[in-house]
């Protein structure tokens, strides 16, 4: 059984580290952790406009649609900072 266990885990990792793009260093572990970043940036984002909007702008007396659009703003704002960072 230990040795099946830790030839699975050998296996996960050769397939973890294998080389995308030799040259640049990616390998398909990089890329996973691409995919997991961005998936959180843009949660992150859904989050803060969601926020926004029922914490801050329900309070205000702007038309629902120019709420809509700085909502919208805000969480543009908000993925061009996660993407820069």
């Known amino acids: 059984m230990e040795y099946l266990v830790s030839d699975i885990i050998r296996t996960v990792k050769r397939v973890?580290?294998?080389?995308?793009?030799?040259?640049?260093?990616?390998t398909v572990a990089s890329l996973l952790v691409l995919i997991v970043l961005f998936r959180?940036?843009?949660?992150?984002?859904?989050?803060i406009r969601r926020h926004f909007v029922t914490r801050v702008l329900r309070r205000t007396q702007l038309e629902p649609a120019?709420?809509?659009?700085?909502?919208?703003?805000i969480g543009c704002c908000v993925l061009s900072q996660g993407s820069g960072e």
Not at 66 to 73: E, N, Y
Request: glycine letters at 8%; charged letters at 15%.
């Open 66 to 73: 120019f709420q809509f659009t700085l909502a919208r703003v």
């Open 16 to 26: 973890l580290d294998y080389p995308i793009s030799p040259a640049n260093g990616i």
């Open 40 to 47: 959180l940036v843009i949660i992150g984002e859904r989050v």
